[in-house]
């Protein structure tokens, strides 16, 4: 009888039950690695939520100009600075621990640095336009789209790597933020990047965060069968 169970264990798998193994442990690292991912929006949430709104309050204490004070500026920055820290660290750890995710984890440290790396040519890119003659006051418009876009742009990426298809449509809605919210002047562009930008984020969060209780939902009852 041990002789039977053990030619049963040794045996070739079929194709079918090859393709089955294959996509549950496909379905287990990626359940793994997306659990992470709400943590991602939290922190891009809170930071353009508060962010946005200091820049709004700011200006409207000083009705005179358009222009946020050197030290919202700074609190703002500080935020963005905390939230790509975070993106970073998490998109590092993301395949740590997994066997045999190599190129995963390769894809996690280029998703974690792609987000301070893009912010900070986007910074570049907008002094650069004023040395060349744009007007400063301008900054106040090019700044929140270009980072809307591009937060939208690294959202539906991060999306599609790992299956977080909820941050596909934050991407998609951060990419349309961005549109509309070039339209509109400081500081009502702020206010509206607060609340529609920052509180869209931390909705997603929670839904990707259903989502992925839902994934490994399915990979533990994958697992049972196959057991």
């Not at 570049?124 to 929140?144: H, K, N, S, T, Y």
């Not at 500081?187 to 929670?206: K, M, T, W």
Request: proline share 4%; net charge neutral.
């Amino acid at each position: 009888m041990n002789d039977t169970s053990r030619e049963d264990e040794d045996a070739p798998l079929s194709p079918e039950q090859m393709l089955a193994l294959l996509q549950d442990q496909q379905r287990t690292v990626s359940g793994r690695m997306g659990a992470f991912v709400p943590w991602i929006l939290v922190a891009w949430g809170v930071a353009w939520f508060a962010g946005f709104l200091i820049l709004w309050w700011d200006v409207q204490q000083h009705p005179a100009t358009v222009q946020p004070t050197l030290a919202a500026g700074i609190a703002f920055a500080a935020l963005l600075v905390l939230a790509g820290i975070v993106s970073m660290v998490l998109g590092i750890g993301s395949g740590r621990g997994l066997r045999g995710t190599r190129d995963s984890a390769i894809v996690g440290i280029v998703y974690g640095n792609s987000w301070w790396v893009g912010s900070l040519a986007i910074v570049v890119i907008g002094q650069a336009l004023v040395q060349q003659g744009m007007d400063r006051d301008l900054l106040g418009v090019f700044f929140p789209s270009a980072f809307s876009f591009f937060a939208g742009v690294m959202y539906i990426m991060s999306g599609l790597l790992w299956r977080a298809y909820p941050m596909v449509v934050l991407g998609l809605w951060s990419v349309a933020l961005a549109a509309i919210g070039s339209l509109l002047p400081p500081p009502v562009n702020y206010l509206v990047f607060a609340i529609a930008g920052g509180g869209a984020f931390l909705l997603i969060a929670g839904w990707t965060a259903w989502w992925v209780h839902v994934a490994r939902r399915r990979v533990a009852a994958a697992e049972a069968d196959r057991a």
